[in-house]
């Protein structure tokens, strides 16, 4: 099973508004990533947990936040946003460093800022 | 910077054609190559990938070429089936802060004609 679930699979939000994505494996994954994606482009990496630790952030602003609550999950916390931030926002879930090196998508939660 | 170039950008074939799409990176450090197919709506899904130690790798339909004296890799799709239409993504990949980041290549849309 390469599943990795991604709550809700939309979002609308204000600018004021505060929100969160979620996003779940259970293949034992140690490391996930948060991906951001404009229409037409490719996934942007935005954050990189390993063993439930932020090991990359990619300069991304303060508005998204992440946490990684346990080793099954990770969410991506969302206030201030700007219409710009409107995306499909994609977790990615692998088995860990050392180990082998593919990534496995979920379907991705589509956010619209108003 | 690390950057991954990717085409055609879009290619059309006939039912039953082949078709073929080319990646070119630009850090030699990169060693493995995922390809990642992209349905309407959905995430990336992985379809075949390869390591820098092979030449060449074939699943059924689908195989990949790698050569890293050039800094070359491909996807390559044998009879090709409508339901193959969708953008396929490249990506070179090196280990990095302890996890593997993907450089994306820019997305190749290919429609199969019926």
């Known amino acids: 099973d390469t599943e990795v679930t991604q709550t809700p699979k939309h979002l609308v939000m204000g600018m004021t508004n505060k929100k969160s994505l979620k996003c779940e494996q259970h293949?034992?994954?140690?490391?996930m990533y948060w991906y951001k994606q404009k229409a037409k482009k490719p996934p942007e990496l935005m954050f990189v947990?390993?063993?439930?630790?932020?090991?990359i952030n990619e300069s991304v602003p303060s508005r998204f936040s992440p946490e990684c609550p346990n080793s099954s999950l990770l969410n991506l916390h969302l206030h201030a946003l700007q219409p710009e931030d409107s995306a499909l926002y994609l977790c990615?879930?692998?088995?860990?460093?050392?180990?082998?090196?593919?990534?496995?998508f979920g379907p991705g939660t589509r956010l619209t800022v108003t | 910077g690390e950057n991954v170039e990717q085409h055609p950008s879009t290619l059309s074939v006939q039912e039953g054609d082949s078709a073929v799409i080319k990646c070119t990176y630009s850090?030699?450090?990169?060693?493995?190559f995922p390809w990642y197919k992209q349905e309407l709506g959905k995430g990336p899904q992985l379809i075949i990938d390869?390591?820098?130690?092979?030449g060449e790798k074939k699943d059924q339909r689908i195989a990949v070429t790698l050569n890293k004296t050039a800094k070359h890799f491909s996807l390559h799709i044998t009879e090709t089936q409508p339901e193959d239409s969708a953008v396929y993504f490249c990506?070179?990949?090196?280990?990095?802060?302890?996890?593997?980041?993907?450089?994306f290549g820019t997305g190749t849309r290919l429609k199969v004609l019926a």
């Open positions: 990506a070179a990949s090196r280990r990095t802060s302890g996890t593997y980041k993907y450089i």
């Open positions: 850090d030699s450090a990169s060693n493995y």
């Open positions: 293949m034992g994954h140690r490391a």
């Open positions: 390869i390591r820098s130690n092979v």
């Open positions: 947990y390993s063993y439930e630790k932020l090991s």
């Open positions: 990615a879930s692998s088995p860990g460093p050392g180990l082998t090196y593919e990534q496995y």
